[in-house]
C-alpha cells in the first residue's frame, strides 16, 4: 500500500510539474493586462520616398529607422515559405507558442548545461521585438509566451507574417523586407528570384554576421541552407533547388539616404512641411517631383564649371593688371574681390507646364546649402528690361521702333531732398537713334529709361501690373531692373516670353500619396500676359541678343535659343535668363554678402557659360528635342535694312521712314 501511495505521489508531484506552467500560461493569459495594442493597430513609422519625374528615386527620408511598409497582398508566397522553412516550420499549426520545440530545447539544455537551441516562433520572435527586451532571463521567456498566445487569439496568421516581415531589421539598416530588396538588390518584392528571398529571410537571424554587403559568401552560405530546408520539404523541386544554388546575385551598398540631389529634397520638405505635412519622416509619404535628375547633375556641373572658370579669369585679370600697370603707372588696377563669397544658382523649368526640371541653389552643398535658386534675393539689372519692352510693344511698338539714346539728367525728390540722376551705358557712349531691338539686343540703358519716359511711367506700372511682379519701385529706377527677384520668381516671369503669352506658376511637387491615397496635387496656375504674336516679337529680339548680342556666350549650337543677360551696378550680381523652344533657365552668380564681384565680371560672361553648358549637355541627352521656335498665326516678316523684322495686328509694320532727329525726340 506504501508503494503504491508513494508511486501515486510521484506521478502526481510529475503530473502536476507538467500541468502548471501551462496551468500559470492558461491563468495570465486570460487575467493578465499585458498590452498588446501596438501589434493589433501596427502603425509603425515609414521612410518617405521622393522621386524624379520618370520615377526614379531621388531621396528616402526617414526618422531613425529606414522602412517601406508592404502589405501582405503584396508579399509573394516564396517568402513565406522560405521564412517558414527556416524559422517555424509549424507555424501555420501551433498557438503562438511550439510545445514541442520548447521540450527538445530544454532537453539539450540539460544535456549541454547550457542554451544551444532555440524555440521561438515567428510570433515569439516578434513579440520580442516590439513588446520586450533581448535580456536573457526566464520572466522574459514566460512574457513572450503569454505575449504570443494572446497574440495568435486577435490576429490571424497572415497578420501577424505582415507584422513581422515589416518589422524585422535586417542589417544595414533596412528594417522590413519590401526596404532590405530595395537596398540590397534594387528590385521590388515580387521582381526578387528565390536565391535573393532566401538572401532576406536569412538575415533576421544575425544580420551582421550574414550580412551580403560585408560577408557575401558567408550571406550565400546562409541562403543555400535555406534553399535545402525548402527542398527537404519539398517546396521546390531538385531543379529549380540547383538552379538557385548555382546564382550568385549582385548586391549594392547604398547609403540609407541616397540623396542624388539635396537642392530639390530640402525644397520637398519646405513645400511639405507648408502644406501641413508634419511627419514628413514618418509618414510614408511618396512624393512624385517634376525633376529630371539627369538634367540635374548636368545643371550641377554646368554651375561649378562656370565658377571655376571665374575663378580661373579673376587670376588671369590680375596678371593683366601687373601687366598694364607696369607699362601705365596711372593705370588703375581692379580691387581685390574675396572669391570665397562667389556663389551661383539655376533653376529650369519646362516651358508649357512649369515643371521644374533642375535646381541648384549653389556652386557646392556641402559647403553651403543655402538654396540661392528659391531663397535668395537678387536684383536682376538689365535681365528685367524685356519686361519694359514687352509692354511697349504691347501698346504697339516694334523691334523697327526708333528709341533715343542719349545721355540725360533727372532730377527727383527723396525725403524732401532734390536730388540729380544721370544714368549711362555700359559702354558710355550713345547711339543717337536706335531701333527697339538693337536697344536690347546691347542692352542700352538710355535707350531703355527714355522708352520709359515715352511710354510714360504711370502707364508702364499699370502694365507691369499684369505680370503679378511684387514691389516694383515707383520711379525710373525701375528701368534698370532695382527689384530684389529670386531666380525662381525670374524665371515665373520669364514664362510668359517663353510660353507664347501665358504667364505659369513654376511646380515641383506633381502629386504627393499616403497609404495609396493621394493627398497633394498640383493645380495649373497660369496668368495671360500679352498675345502669341506679342510674345514672338519679344522671343525674336532676345534670340538676337543670344546670336549677336551682349548673350552671345550663351549660345549653344545646334538650338535656338532667346535670353537676356543682367549685370548690376558695380557688377555685383551676374544673370543669364533665357529659353529655348521648350526649357526655360536661370543662371545667377554674385557674392553672398552683395559686394561687386570683379569688375569684368559680368551676366554675359559668368552666367551665359553656365547656361550654354547646361543647354549643350540637354542636347546630348535629349538630342530629339524641338530646337527651332514657332512662328505663330498673325506675325508678318519684312526685311527693314539688312535684318528681318517682325510684325502684327498691334505692333504694325512703319507706314513711312522718316528722318528723326535726337534732339526733337527730346521733348516730352
Do not use: C
Not at 22 to 47: A, E, H
Not at 79 to 90: G, Q, R
Not at 164 to 184: C, R, V
Amino acid at each position: 500500500m506504501r508503494n503504491i501511495s508513494f508511486k501515486n505521489i510521484i506521478y502526481t508531484i510529475l503530473i502536476l510539474g507538467f500541468l502548471t506552467p501551462f496551468l500559470v500560461l492558461g491563468y495570465f493569459l486570460q487575467v493578465s493586462t499585458y498590452d498588446i495594442s501596438s501589434l493589433i493597430n501596427y502603425n509603425p513609422k515609414q521612410t518617405t520616398i521622393i522621386y524624379d519625374k520618370d520615377g526614379n528615386k531621388i531621396a528616402n527620408l526617414f526618422d531613425k529607422k529606414h522602412r517601406y511598409y508592404a502589405p501582405f497582398e503584396e508579399i509573394p508566397p516564396h517568402v513565406v515559405e522560405a521564412l517558414v522553412a527556416i524559422e517555424d516550420t509549424s507555424f501555420f499549426e501551433h498557438p503562438g507558442i511550439n510545445i514541442d520545440a520548447i521540450f527538445r530545447a530544454a532537453i539539450k539544455v540539460l544535456k549541454a548545461g547550457r542554451a544551444v537551441e532555440g524555440a521561438s516562433t515567428i510570433t515569439q520572435q516578434l513579440v520580442k521585438n516590439v513588446l520586450l527586451t533581448r535580456e536573457k532571463k526566464l520572466s522574459r521567456k514566460i512574457k513572450e509566451a503569454i505575449y504570443s498566445l494572446k497574440l495568435e487569439r486577435h490576429l490571424t496568421k497572415e497578420q501577424i507574417l505582415e507584422r513581422y516581415l515589416n518589422e524585422i531589421y535586417f542589417g544595414h539598416g533596412y528594417y522590413g523586407i519590401k526596404t532590405a530588396a530595395d537596398g540590397y538588390f534594387h528590385k521590388r518584392l515580387e521582381d526578387l528570384t528565390l536565391k535573393e528571398i532566401a538572401v532576406l529571410v536569412g538575415l533576421p537571424k544575425a544580420p551582421s554576421t550574414y550580412a551580403p554587403t560585408k560577408n557575401y559568401e558567408i550571406s550565400m552560405g546562409r541562403a543555400n541552407r535555406v534553399l535545402k530546408r525548402m527542398k527537404v520539404l519539398g517546396w521546390i523541386d531538385e531543379v529549380t533547388y540547383q538552379e538557385e544554388i548555382a546564382r550568385n546575385p549582385e548586391v549594392y551598398d547604398d547609403t540609407l539616404t541616397q540623396n542624388q540631389a539635396p537642392f530639390i529634397v530640402d525644397e520637398v520638405v519646405r513645400r511639405m512641411l507648408k502644406e501641413g505635412m508634419e511627419d514628413i519622416k514618418s509618414g510614408g509619404y511618396k512624393v512624385y517631383t517634376t525633376v529630371d535628375l539627369r538634367l540635374q547633375e548636368v545643371a550641377r556641373e554646368a554651375v561649378k564649371k562656370a565658377y571655376e572658370m571665374s575663378l580661373e579669369r579673376i587670376e588671369e585679370y590680375k596678371i593683366k593688371d601687373q601687366e598694364i600697370l607696369a607699362k601705365d603707372p596711372t593705370w588703375e588696377v581692379a580691387p581685390e574681390t574675396n572669391t570665397t563669397l562667389l556663389n551661383g544658382a539655376l533653376v529650369s523649368l519646362e516651358a508649357k507646364t512649369g515643371n521644374i526640371l533642375a535646381m541648384v541653389g549653389s556652386t557646392d552643398y556641402e559647403k553651403s546649402s543655402y538654396n540661392r535658386a528659391t531663397q535668395g534675393r537678387r536684383q536682376p539689372g538689365s535681365a528685367f528690361k524685356p519686361f519694359i519692352y514687352q509692354v511697349g510693344i504691347d501698346l504697339g511698338y516694334s523691334g523697327a521702333t526708333k528709341l533715343v539714346d542719349v545721355s540725360r539728367t533727372y532730377k527727383y525728390e527723396k525725403d524732401g531732398e532734390e536730388l540729380m540722376w544721370k544714368p549711362k551705358n555700359y559702354e558710355k557712349n550713345y547711339k543717337g537713334l536706335i531701333s527697339l531691338r538693337e536697344a536690347l539686343v546691347h542692352s542700352r540703358n538710355l535707350a531703355t529709361i527714355n522708352l520709359v519716359n515715352e511710354i510714360g511711367l504711370n502707364q508702364l506700372l499699370t502694365q507691369l501690373d499684369k505680370f503679378g511682379i511684387e514691389n516694383l519701385p515707383r520711379d525710373l529706377s525701375v528701368s534698370l531692373g532695382t527689384i530684389s527677384l529670386s531666380p525662381l520668381q525670374l524665371a515665373k516671369y520669364y514664362s510668359s516670353f517663353a510660353n507664347d503669352g501665358i504667364q505659369i506658376e513654376p511646380s515641383l511637387i506633381s502629386s504627393i500619396e499616403k497609404n495609396g491615397d493621394v493627398v497633394y496635387e498640383r493645380q495649373e496656375i497660369t496668368r495671360f500676359i500679352t498675345e502669341p504674336t506679342q510674345a514672338f516679337i519679344m522671343t525674336s529680339i532676345l534670340r538676337d541678343v543670344v546670336n549677336r548680342g551682349t548673350g552671345r556666350r550663351a549660345k549653344a549650337w545646334g538650338i535656338e535659343l532667346a535670353g537676356k543677360t543682367g549685370t548690376t551696378n558695380n557688377n555685383v550680381d551676374g544673370w543669364f535668363a533665357g529659353y529655348s523652344p521648350t526649357i526655360q533657365t536661370i543662371v545667377w552668380f554674385g557674392n553672398d554678402d552683395n559686394s561687386p564681384m570683379h569688375r569684368w565680371e559680368t551676366g554675359g560672361k559668368i552666367a551665359g557659360p553656365a547656361f550654354k553648358m547646361y543647354y549643350d549637355s540637354l542636347l546630348k541627352l535629349y538630342p530629339q528635342i524641338k530646337r527651332k521656335f514657332d512662328v505663330p498665326d498673325g506675325i508678318v516678316e519684312v526685311k527693314v535694312g539688312k535684318r528681318k523684322e517682325y510684325f502684327s495686328d498691334i505692333s504694325k509694320p512703319p507706314r513711312v521712314e522718316q528722318e528723326v532727329k535726337a534732339t526733337e525726340e527730346l521733348l516730352f
